[in-house]
């Protein structure tokens, strides 16, 4: 950011070549402190990026000596300008006035933008010595979010503060006055400005959010449901077990752990008080028992599901629910790999990332519930110590919990309006076409025959997509076949229930299953439902089909494209897609995928694609300068 007092085209309106050789000599003093000031800046920054790299509180020091250097320079060129004699008098000559005035505005505004710059970064670089600062007891591990949020919170008012004195600054620059090789690295500072501002603003958006999550504003209790997918449920897994979380003041601690069946026995008969009739397929299953917490999570959409839970759940405990998480196993590994091996309570067994799922269905198939007890036992060391991890691992951990949220092994609803709204913003809530796309589908299947045949249940979509007209037909085929060994479960059968939930302006939807004998709950606004039971089959290699049928309006984009958002269903892992698209104009074409995570599947006169779908992308913000 450097400026130029007397340049080719200026000097010509200089009288006198010793005015010229006066300014010639100004402009290389006031070039080389602002030159000097903006390489101390970017050795600062420099620093600042390995210190947290590296987590070296040595270079923390040493990007605060890079920025009081940079001030003093930046300082200094401002001093240099507003004390020169010779400045000031061409300041006050008609010819040259303006030129001049011009050019030593945009020199205290470019120093004043250093010097602001160089405040906020050392305010910055002692924000992240605390938080890279290693704990100095062994009882300091658990250093909280809460209390990192209070550091955070105050060392940003003055961050914001001198991040606008920089842009109230870089706004008195003309552009114009700047030699043309200096505005782009102009430009950059003030993108540079706004970006760091916009990190504080989203960080004050995000710190309220944070802090009412980790009990700053008082005792939360938050239910933690551990759903077994290899019961697959359409929220995920069977609510085999459970734990209370009391998030207090920024420390977690577990009130509680049991198995689903401690929040549902006794389970009411019809005509006895606190019977709850059962969603149509469970009344059909277990037409005498009433509905109840174990097999709450009926649902497709995840709030469906966490207020049902809470319903269920809370006469029970005996406490007010401020929130509900449901983690899968897939879930828990993916923790593991994060905390390290973990040892049970009480079993004499330590579970780590490799052996945590073989483990559980290995004790799933002998029935002999043990692995309940191992799910109890480990979900609240798990969780205060994933609580407690360091600083340094919060990155790490915030990328793993986007990839469980986007793979929906993870999902979360709370209570407070603001926090469920920034759930719905990262991709965690788990609601129902999560971008409101007109096209949608989401296919859920439900394991009712109390199996744990999932584990090696796998399924193959072939979606066959014509356009007909100005209408769009989908045929969507699941193949879903069931491999697990006829040692384990010789007589077993897979009982899958089987919904597709499509967007509200399909039409003519059909499906080659057996209906449900008793109703369903309405599916969720802006969706329609086409349901019924797949055809029993055996186990070891044999396999079941539902087909399902049905249009909507062909509508394209600006780029004469037609979009279909589909939903995974939690729980599930990458099943395999296979795509046929005739365009109706003569033209085929296919592709093929999986169901890892939501996809768009795209359609034009070009081919089809399958995109990926929403993200999960929550993120802690960038505090750094670049």
């Not at 959409?301 to 319903?311: I, Q, V």
């Not at 926090?419 to 990262?426: A, F, I, L, P, R």
Request: charged share 20%; aromatic share 8%; net charge negative.
């Amino acid at each position: 950011m450097v400026v130029v007092l007397a340049s080719g085209s200026g000097a010509g309106v200089l009288a006198y070549s010793s005015v010229k050789d006066q300014a010639t000599t100004l402009q290389v003093e006031l070039t080389a402190y602002l030159q000097a000031g903006q390489s101390e800046l970017d050795a600062a920054k420099s620093s600042l990026l390995e210190a947290n790299t590296k987590h070296d509180q040595a270079l923390i020091a040493q990007a605060n000596v890079h920025f009081i250097a940079a001030k003093v320079h930046f300082m200094v060129a401002r001093q240099i300008a507003d004390s020169s004699h010779l400045l000031n008098r061409l300041e006050t000559m008609p010819e040259v006035g303006g030129f001049a005035r011009s050019r030593h505005v945009a020199v205290d505004a470019i120093a004043d933008i250093g010097v602001a710059i160089s405040d906020a970064g050392r305010e910055l670089a002692d924000l992240d010595g605390q938080l890279i600062k290693p704990a100095t007891t062994s009882g300091q591990e658990g250093r909280t979010l809460l209390t990192v949020l209070n550091q955070t919170k105050s060392s940003l008012v003055k961050v914001r503060e001198d991040f606008i004195r920089a842009q109230a600054a870089a706004a008195l620059v003309d552009v114009q006055v700047l030699p043309a090789n200096q505005r782009n690295a102009f430009t950059r500072a003030k993108a540079t400005i706004a970006t760091a501002l916009g990190a504080v603003e989203e960080f004050n958006r995000l710190a309220p959010v944070l802090t009412e999550l980790v009990g700053g504003n008082g005792a939360r209790t938050y239910l933690i449901e551990q759903v077994n997918p290899a019961e697959l449920r359409a929220g995920g897994g069977f609510l085999g077990t459970f734990s209370v979380i009391q998030a207090d003041h920024g420390t977690m601690k577990l009130i509680r752990s049991g198995r689903g069946p401690d929040l549902s026995y006794p389970r009411a008969s019809p005509g006895q008080a606190g019977y709850v009739t059962p969603p149509g397929p469970f009344r059909e299953w277990l037409p005498n028992t009433s509905w109840s917490f174990q097999d709450s999570n009926f649902f497709p959409d995840f709030p469906s599901n966490a207020l049902a839970a809470r319903t269920f759940a809370e006469p029970r405990l005996g406490t007010r629910i401020d929130g509900v998480m449901a983690i899968d196993f897939y879930a828990v590994t993916k923790m593991l790999e994060l905390t390290g091996p973990l040892p049970v309570p009480g079993s004499g067994i330590t579970v780590d990332a490799n052996n945590f799922i073989p483990l559980v269905i290995q004790h799933d198939l002998a029935g002999d519930s043990i692995d309940k007890t191992l799910l109890s036992a480990i979900a609240g060391p798990l969780m205060e110590r994933v609580a407690t991890l360091p600083t340094d691992r919060w990155p790490a951990l915030i990328a793993a919990l986007n990839d469980l949220a986007s793979a929906r092994h993870l999902q979360a609803y709370f209570t407070d309006a603001s926090v469920e709204k920034e759930m719905d913003q990262v991709g965690w809530s788990g609601v129902l076409n999560p971008t409101g796309a007109r096209d949608y589908m989401m296919e859920v299947e439900s394991n009712l025959g109390g199996t744990k045949a999932n584990y090696f249940v796998t399924r193959h979509f072939t979606i066959d997509l014509t356009r007909n007209g100005m209408n769009l037909h989908h045929r969507v085929t699941i193949d879903i076949r069931d491999d697990m060994p006829f040692s384990y479960r010789p007589g077993e059968y897979y009982s899958a229930y089987v919904r597709l939930y499509i967007g509200d302006s399909a039409l003519s939807a059909t499906n080659n299953l057996r209906g449900a004998r008793y109703p369903n709950p309405a599916p969720p606004a802006g969706t329609r439902m086409s349901d019924g039971w797949v055809p029993l089959f055996h186990g070891y290699g044999h396999s079941g089909q539902a087909v399902f049928e049905f249009d909507t309006p062909w509508v394209v984009d600006g780029r004469g494209q037609h979009s279909i958002y589909w939903q995974k269903q939690p729980g599930t892992l990458n099943d395999k897609v296979d795509v046929r698209w005739n365009d109706g104009s003569g033209h085929t074409y296919a592709t093929t995928g999986d169901l890892a995570q939501d996809r768009v599947l795209v359609m034009s006169a070009r081919g089809v694609m399958i995109a990926p779908g929403q993200p999960a992308r929550a993120q802690l913000p960038s505090l750094g300068l670049g």
